[in-house]
Nanobody, 127 residues
């Protein structure tokens, strides 16, 4: 069993930056595939970014490429999502998730690929 707690969300002006954190307990983040998803009001949850179990591969939604960076600190058992050049369209609740696919290099970009989820953190970007 894993417990994930997101933090770092808030209100920011367009063009600003935020760093989201996903602190894990119960299971380690260092050997997990980690994904970030988001859900805006009235919309379905969508993929944002992911990193493979071995850290060798990352993937991003087209809408955030070049602006967001996923990473993790194994010593802290925490994953991060650095978000720069934020836009109004980035406003959403952001969720982190972890999973343990058998192939370490696999990056999962769909929600069904993850076993544990956090409760979410609100990101609001003012235009």
């Amino acid at each position: 069993q894993a417990r994930l707690v997101e933090s770092g969300g808030g209100l920011v002006q367009a063009g600003g930056s935020l760093r989201l954190s996903c602190a894990a307990s119960g299971r380690t983040v260092s050997t997990a595939a980690v994904g970030w998803f988001r859900q805006a009001p009235g919309k379905e949850r969508e993929f944002v970014a992911a990193i493979s179990r071995n850290g060798g591969k990352t993937d991003y939604a087209e809408s955030v490429k070049g602006r967001f960076t996923i990473s993790r600190d194994n010593a802290e058992n925490t994953a991060y999502l650095q978000m720069n050049s934020l836009k109004y369209a980035d406003t959403a609740v952001y969720y982190c998730a972890v999973g343990y696919p058998p192939i370490p290099i696999v990056v999962r970009t769909t929600a069904r690929g993850y076993d544990y989820w956090g409760q979410g953190t609100q990101v609001t970007v003012s235009s």
